[in-house]
């Protein structure tokens, strides 16, 4: 039922049978204003139109306020459901306009930059900030507000016409509520909404305390309220004809017993049978006839509100439907007096403002739908016009311009590519697609329809790989698409084509462009990125693919970024296969300008991708840099952050740094980062290679620190097992698994997953003896059954650490080696590991070594400061293994 709107101190209307719905919201705002420490509330009401959800919103503002809490409140709108951040908007602007500028961005934090445009409080900046980047800015957002209004009550209205990114942003904050004190009461339509919309709708109620299905007035409280409003001497037929009328909807029971009062009705038998026809006036045809008795402009005036839905002020009515504002005026008195539109509840005022609001949502419906098809998209185009003359923009107009039918007209593709690009900047890609898809319907000139087309994959290449695909290619194959933008094409179109799994068709399309190019930046950049996916994703090595890189990257100096793109690539392809690291930093090196990464070539710059700076950091960090790793990646973090890429991204930037951690022994460090990265990972999707390197990282994070029951838990609930990705994983996966399975006492199964890391090495072209460290665990694992082989593969793992050259590959192969030895060659190995791993940057690996020594010379004082070393990598495995022996006699 709807309240009627109250004046200042008036006492609130009675609500008919919601006894229990109004003590279920006073409880929850009690419940969050008892204390900063109280647990968030959520609570979802459930009904159809009129069944008074607003009602309940209302009277929860009432209850809220009068207990001293900060009340936000915004609604959905059935013409809005396409303009992204709508309800978020409206329901954070005010607050953050409040705010002085610069405490906005305090509260924002590091996610000013992503989530200010998106709330309309901040320009875009040059960067596309990421969905998932925006959505946690606003769920931060909120986060810090609720501490500053403590307490905090959010009621959002009509959510089932709420926008998508809003929807996504509800969902993550409703998941995150267990320790903020804010209560949440969502009111929604039950059915009528699909896709997205419904998944986001539904598992929000799964998050929800409480979830309270409205029901339609029994007859007994229908004719309660027939008599509380047209008095009591209202007879039995008449209340109950006015609940048949109605079906007992506390609405339309309120706006036909108004209109029984004003047309003085007498509320007995002999009137009842008025009843239905007059009932039938407020809605549908009947209400399309109550406009007509109004007069032409007021039904113009009613259209005109009703398609611009929101900021319905009497000026830009006027504008609209052009007549004077004396006439406006007059109109918009008219349709208040008709109870059609009111003045907005100041207590419920959007940031989107305006004069006039519907009374109802059921009467905004009614009127909308009552236009004429053609007379609604000719509004809708006169709406566009205006709001784009009004210097809005057209992310503003592409509402309406959605609406109108293709015309073959230049002007509207501009527009909407236009709005599109709006909508990227603010991360809305979903709002970009439709705008560009509608744009192609238009059609786009022949001179730009490649364009539109390859806006259209850039806009989707994130969420819908194949349909980036189908659109990259159809722009390539038609005139237009020429330059770097075709260049930039092929390139999206690979990415594609790798999510998509179709890695042969990824490097083939590459390889064809980069024939069609003369020498030159663009036929090098193609020829990187043909060398990268080779690298990254090829299971099984290309005949001469190294020996090709190795020779166009050795004249290179590194003068611009496609020669140190493939610096870059032949130091990873050099690392991987555990050739020189000396030559591996010096690749590296000449890829930097100053040490830093070059303009272009930055974290956020699309034009290369991910992939080619993790190459370049993880290059660094099995070559014993993790100096310039931690840099790199530390850099690629906060650059994420700041841009609001908080998907994939910060996943892998998560990923990687612990990596750096891990290899440096920091192993707390590393812990934390890639539980946050997996964390991340798992938003993302599974079975993906970023989330099988933040699974990997972790799961080889815990055996290093001797967590051997949580890293199988870990690998367990993650599926960390065979099958693995055809891309490189750092560090590698079955020589991780492996390990784990020896440490579980599942040793076969151990040794039959190192061999497999022996065979797809084999098939690689070879192997780095740090990154895939299989060659010693191997040995390590067969040397009690197969001893001889145990020898071998020791002595193959000394050979290929040598060759690589690090002090940290020597050190690891020397303590392999010292564990298959006794007496003093034992010793002797014990002790050079010692040497070489002291000189290493990774400090865990170090304390393996001067345990180990300490035990093979009996020396208490070694193994102490073994000890000591391990307690501060915080490997509690190594540090039980130490205090053993010093308690047990010194012996392993």
């Not at 309660?224 to 079906?247: N, Y």
């Not at 209400?287 to 009703?306: P, V, Y």
């Not at 793109?565 to 090196?589: K, N, P, Q, W």
Request: net charge negative.
């Amino acid at each position: 039922m709807t309240e009627a709107r109250p004046t200042a101190g008036a006492p609130a209307a009675p609500l008919w049978e919601r006894d229990e719905e109004v003590a279920a919201l006073r409880q929850a705002v009690e419940s969050v204003r008892a204390e900063r420490s109280s647990t968030g509330r959520l609570l979802m009401l459930r009904g159809d139109a009129g069944l008074g959800k607003t009602a309940l919103l209302t009277r929860t503002r009432r209850i809220a306020e009068g207990l001293g809490c900060t009340v936000w409140s915004a609604r959905g709108g059935e013409t809005l459901r396409t303009v992204p951040y709508n309800v978020v908007r409206q329901l954070l602007q005010p607050a953050l306009i409040s705010l002085h500028p610069e405490e906005a961005r305090d509260y924002l934090g590091d996610w000013f930059d992503a989530a200010g445009p998106a709330l309309g409080i901040a320009e875009p900046g040059g960067i596309e900030p990421q969905p998932q980047g925006v959505c946690d800015g606003l769920v931060l957002a909120v986060r810090r507000l609720a501490d500053r209004e403590w307490p905090l009550v959010l009621l959002i209205d009509d959510a089932h016409w709420a926008d998508q990114e809003t929807l996504r942003w509800l969902r993550a904050f409703a998941e995150r509520l267990d320790d903020l004190p804010v209560l949440v009461v969502v009111a929604r339509r039950p059915g009528d909404v699909s896709g997205d919309t419904a998944r986001h709708l539904d598992r929000i109620a799964e998050l929800s305390d409480r979830v309270t299905d409205l029901s339609a007035l029994t007859p007994d409280a229908t004719a309660d309220l027939t008599r509380a409003t047209v008095g009591q001497h209202a007879d039995g037929p008449f209340c109950r004809q006015v609940w048949a009328v109605t079906a007992g909807n506390p609405y339309e029971t309120v706006e036909l017993l108004a209109k029984v009062r004003d047309s003085e009705m007498e509320p007995v038998e002999s009137s009842a049978d008025e009843l239905r026809d007059l009932n039938r006036s407020a809605r549908g045809g009947g209400l399309a006839n109550r406009l007509g008795e109004l007069g032409i402009n007021a039904t113009r005036f009613a259209w005109a509100a009703a398609i611009l839905g929101t900021g319905i002020t009497v000026d830009l009515v006027a504008e609209l439907i052009t007549v004077e504002r004396p006439e406006a005026l007059r109109c918009a008195e008219l349709l208040r007096g008709a109870r059609i539109l009111t003045a907005p509840d100041p207590a419920n005022a959007t940031a989107a403002g305006g004069d006039l609001e519907f009374v109802h949502p059921l009467i905004a419906s009614a009127v909308y739908h009552s236009i004429p098809e053609a007379l609604r998209t000719a509004m809708h185009g006169m709406a566009a016009e205006l709001v784009i003359e009004s210097g809005l923009g057209a992310a503003a107009a592409s509402r309406h311009l959605l609406h109108l039918h293709p015309e073959d007209d230049a002007e509207i593709v501009e527009q909407l590519r236009g709005a599109a690009r709006e909508h990227l900047a603010v991360g809305a890609p979903d709002a970009a697609r439709d705008c560009l898809e509608r744009a192609l319907r238009e059609p786009p000139r022949a001179e730009v329809h490649a364009q539109v087309l390859y806006e259209l994959g850039c806009a989707t290449h994130l969420t819908a790989p194949a349909t980036t695909i189908d659109h990259l290619q159809t722009a390539l194959a038609m005139p237009g698409l020429e330059g770097p933008a075709r260049v930039d094409a092929v390139f999206r179109l690979s990415q594609a084509l790798l999510h998509n799994d179709q890695l042969d068709q990824a490097v083939r399309t590459v390889e064809a462009e980069a024939a069609r190019h003369p020498e030159g930046p663009a036929r090098m950049r193609l020829q990187a990125v043909q060398y990268m996916w080779e690298g990254i994703y090829g299971e099984i090595a290309t005949p001469g693919r190294s020996e090709r890189l190795a020779g166009l990257a050795r004249p290179l100096t590194g003068r611009d970024n496609a020669e140190r793109a493939l610096l870059i690539l032949r130091a990873f392809d050099a690392m991987t296969h555990g050739e020189s690291a000396t030559e591996v930093v010096e690749y590296c090196d000449r890829a930097l300008v100053n040490e830093r990464l070059a303009p272009g070539l930055g974290w956020t710059d699309a034009e290369w991708g991910i992939e080619l700076l993790m190459m370049l950091g993880s290059s660094y960090a099995y070559a014993d840099r993790l100096d310039r790793a931690e840099s790199l990646f530390t850099e690629a973090l906060r650059a994420y952050t700041t841009a609001g890429w908080s998907g994939g991204h910060l996943a892998l930037a998560n990923a990687f740094l612990g990596l750096a951690h891990r290899r440096r022994g920091r192993l707390r460090e590393a812990e934390e980062v890639l539980r946050e990265s997996l964390r991340l990972a798992e938003r993302v999707g599974r079975r993906l290679p970023l989330h099988w390197s933040a699974t990997c990282g972790l799961v080889d994070t815990l055996l290093a620190r001797g967590h051997v029951d949580e890293a199988w838990t870990i690998a367990e609930r993650y599926g960390f097992s065979p099958p693995y990705p055809t891309t490189i994983v750092l560090p590698d996966p079955r020589t991780v698994r492996g390990r784990l399975l020896l440490a579980v006492g599942r040793t076969k199964e151990g040794v039959n997953e190192l061999e497999a890391a022996e065979k797809a090495a084999t098939a690689r072209g070879g192997h780095n003896p740090v990154h895939a460290p299989w060659t010693a665990e191997l040995a390590l694992a067969l040397a009690t059954e197969d001893p001889a082989r145990a020898a071998r593969l020791a002595s193959d793992a000394r050979r290929q650490a040598e060759r690589f050259g690090t002090d940290t590959a020597i050190g690891e192969a020397l303590r392999c080696a010292a564990a298959l030895e006794t007496g003093q060659r034992r010793v002797r190995l014990a002790a050079q590991a010692v040497t070489y791993l002291a000189s290493s940057p990774c400090q865990y690996e170090h304390a393996e070594a001067v345990v180990d020594h300490g035990i093979a010379i009996r020396s208490a004082a070694e193994i102490e400061r073994g000890l000591t070393l391990a307690r501060s990598c915080g490997a509690d495995g190594l540090v039980q293994r130490a205090e053993a022996a010093l308690h047990g006699g010194l012996t392993a």
